[in-house]
């Protein structure tokens, strides 16, 4: 549901027949899961879980969408979803972007359950591209002429990775929740995505 709110709301100057089906398919989905209502366990494990990712390029102006969860048991406890603010040349560059527009989240949560005498014993972020994960934990070990101009993100990730306030761990797609955030997924992995965001039985 949350990327096709943002996509409407662009729409509404010069609205089409299909943006019209799309709203009445939202309602319509609304109306459906008005019920539904969002639970939140803690697993006992102390790990805040971050689950980013991006869409490349999915935008008219060619802009990639930033989507991310975050969880520490079931049921998700945010998930921003947000288009990003630059054009990136790649898939991994778009994750790298992704995961600084979630940084001032993910480090944020941390400190606010600590200071709340919360003993948090990890911060992983998962993201899904091997690529920007090198890029991520290595920094300019890993960087070359493409990723250049993006040093100041990743030296900023890297730098709070080696402070150990978080860090950085593979998740395959087909496990990446925050999917729902920036594409429109439909059957059963929408539904399943949806169960466990909302922690449904």
């Not at 998962?126 to 890029?135: C, F, G, M, R, T």
């Not at 493409?146 to 900023?156: E, K």
Request: glycine share 6%; with cysteine; net charge positive.
């Amino acid at each position: 549901m949350q990327p096709t709110i943002p996509f409407l709301c662009s729409r509404v100057k010069e609205p089409t027949e299909e943006d019209w089906l799309k709203l009445k398919r939202l309602l319509k989905f609304i109306k459906g899961t008005i019920n539904d209502v969002l639970t939140l366990e803690a697993d006992g494990t102390n790990i805040i879980k971050w689950h980013v990712d991006a869409a490349f390029a999915v935008h008219e102006d060619y802009k990639s969408h930033t989507g991310a969860t975050m969880t520490m048991g079931k049921g998700v406890i945010q998930a921003p979803s947000k288009k990003q603010k630059l054009v990136t040349r790649s898939s991994t560059e778009a994750e790298l972007v992704a995961t600084d527009d979630v940084m001032s989240q993910v480090l944020w949560s941390r400190m606010f359950l600590e200071e709340q005498g919360y003993n948090v014993k990890e911060n992983i972020v998962y993201q899904d591209n091997k690529s920007a994960i090198l890029l991520e934990t290595n920094g300019k070990a890993s960087s070359g002429k493409r990723t250049r101009h993006l040093n100041i993100r990743y030296f900023f990730i890297t730098d709070q990775i080696s402070k150990g306030m978080m860090k950085i761990e593979y998740c395959p797609t087909d496990s990446m929740t925050s999917d729902t955030l920036m594409k429109p997924l439909q059957g059963k992995k929408y539904t399943g995505f949806r169960k466990e965001m909302m922690n449904l039985p």
